[in-house]
């Protein structure tokens, strides 16, 4: 028996497995991921999602810090604002009692003006009224009326009426009012003596007719003429 072996051929093809990328690290992703270290086992392809909620995570952390920020200076405005308005009622409350203890003040003194003896406020009324004058010394007319406002002064009936009229308030007020309503008196040329004048009296020829009668007249010319003939001159 004779067997007949067929020789088969079997193709065994084999199938290679991808050779995988070796991916070179560069110094710079290198200090990258040495200063941000992330969980170890994480794929890189997670690095991005991470990156994202690390910036976001930061970006709220700074939005709150904002917002506190904001709360507490809001917060001192508030302060402020109750500070201010403390000190604006202090103020008022101040402002409200010097205006009470000025009136209590004016009233008391208004009081000792009344209380005052005729005599003092006569005297106090003629002191006002010497400053005033003072005060009127440049004017023209001054001396004037000056004059005529003494003669007030002087009066005593006059005097007492002024201060039983008028409120020493009221005092400067009149004064000036009187001042203005005097006025300058005209000038009047009726008790003025004329002055004697002599006319310029003409040069006499000095003739031989010079005598006696000439030299007795009141002509002072003549008589000069007649001394100068007698020295032969």
């Known amino acids: 028996m004779v067997l007949k072996i067929r020789s088969v051929q079997v193709a065994i093809t084999v199938d290679t497995l991808p050779k995988a990328e070796i991916q070179a690290e560069t110094a710079e992703d290198l200090i990258k991921r040495v200063l941000n270290p992330g969980p170890t086992g994480s794929s890189p392809d997670?690095?991005?999602?991470?990156?994202?909620?690390?910036?976001?995570?930061?970006?709220?952390?700074?939005?709150?810090?904002?917002?506190?920020?904001?709360?507490?200076?809001?917060?001192?405005?508030?302060?402020?604002?109750?500070?201010?308005?403390?000190?604006?009622?202090?103020?008022?409350d101040a402002v409200r009692k010097y205006e009470i203890e000025g009136k209590l003040v004016g009233n008391v003194m208004t009081l000792a003006?009344?209380?005052?003896?005729?005599?003092?406020?006569?005297?106090?009324?003629?002191?006002?009224?010497?400053?005033?004058?003072?005060?009127?010394?440049?004017?023209?007319?001054?001396?004037?009326?000056?004059?005529?406002?003494?003669?007030?002064?002087?009066?005593?009936?006059?005097?007492?009426?002024?201060?039983?009229?008028?409120?020493?308030?009221?005092?400067?007020?009149?004064?000036?009012?009187?001042?203005?309503?005097?006025?300058r008196p005209e000038q009047s040329f009726a008790g003025i003596k004329p002055i004697a004048t002599h006319s310029p009296q003409p040069i006499r020829a000095r003739t031989s007719t010079l005598g006696a009668p000439l030299a007795s007249a009141g002509n002072p010319m003549d008589r000069i003429a007649q001394h100068l003939g007698n020295m032969g001159i």
């Not at 917060?75 to 202090?90: C, F, G, I």
């Not at 006002?128 to 009936?157: G, V, W």
């Open 113 to 183: 003006d009344s209380q005052k003896k005729p005599s003092e406020l006569v005297s106090e009324a003629k002191l006002q009224m010497l400053k005033f004058l003072n005060t009127r010394s440049d004017e023209i007319d001054h001396i004037d009326k000056a004059i005529c406002f003494n003669k007030y002064m002087s009066d005593p009936f006059y005097m007492q009426v002024f201060v039983q009229s008028n409120q020493p308030e009221q005092w400067q007020t009149m004064i000036e009012s009187i001042y203005e309503a005097i006025g």
């Open 46 to 92: 997670a690095e991005p999602s991470v990156n994202a909620e690390s910036a976001s995570g930061i970006k709220s952390k700074r939005g709150c810090e904002r917002i506190q920020k904001v709360i507490n200076e809001k917060r001192d405005l508030e302060k402020q604002v109750v500070d201010l308005q403390s000190m604006v009622a202090t103020l008022q």
